[in-house]
């Protein structure tokens, strides 16, 4: 059996969402943010070394990290869906969206995240980070032109671990410049299965 340790507000969320949308049994470890640092409990270290979250535990066998826990559910438990055929092209393109999602996307939205709460004194890095903001978003929306979707035409697991990118792109008010990915945003979100993964999960402030 897979069990999230689901921590609120994280990238667990879209864990929840792919087991949802594989139609896979999952059980539920929650863990609360501390309502000032806003960081994970210490609970959470006796699952991964870390304390960070997604993590899971497939029959007791920890996976950290969303791109590779990701893979790991599609790959041992999709049984072909939700990826593309490996011997294609476009295999490879969704091998680096799962990659990029971490690798680079997420770099200048945490800087936004932790420079903004320096005020004044965070200001002369600001727009360095609107820069690469701008470069990275606009590199999404470039990608999204004409497509529902990241690859192939239906929902992958690129879909799923890009969308957190999208939704804190949102709670910075950064999607107003960008229709496709705001329009891919809110295709991911109305689906059923995303809906279905909210309910299990609980209020998730990045939804919107």
């Given amino acids: ?16 969402w792919l087991l949802e ?11 609360q943010r501390d309502a000032k640092t806003r960081l994970a409990p ?13 993590v899971i ?8 990290e969303s791109g590779a826990i990701i893979d790991y559910i599609i790959r041992r438990h999709g049984n072909g869906r939700l990826q593309p055929d490996p011997a294609t092209p476009a295999y490879d393109e969704y091998v680096q969206w799962l990659h990029y999602a971490e690798g680079s996307a997420m770099l200048p939205l945490m800087l936004h995240l932790y420079v903004s709460r320096l005020g004044e004194a965070g200001a002369p890095l600001m727009p360095r980070i609107e820069s690469e903001l701008a470069n990275h978003l606009g590199h999404l929306e470039s990608a999204l032109q004409g497509r529902e979707y990241l690859v192939g035409g239906e929902l ?18 950064k999607r107003a410049g960008f229709p ?7 295709r991911l979100q109305a689906r059923p299965a995303y809906q279905a993964a909210l309910e299990r999960g609980g209020p998730y402030a990045f939804a919107q």
């Fill in 1 to 16: 059996m897979i069990v999230v340790h689901h921590l609120n507000d994280s990238r667990s969320q879209r864990i929840l």
């Fill in 21 to 31: 949308e594989l139609g896979l049994p999952y059980e539920i470890e929650r863990y």
């Fill in 42 to 54: 210490p609970e959470l270290k006796a699952v991964s070394p870390l304390g960070k979250s997604p």
């Fill in 57 to 64: 535990t497939d029959d007791g066998k920890p996976v950290i």
């Fill in 156 to 173: 992958t697991g690129a879909d799923v671990q890009m969308s957190f990118v999208g939704e804190l792109a949102g709670r910075y008010n």
């Fill in 180 to 186: 496709a990915m705001d329009a891919w945003i809110r």
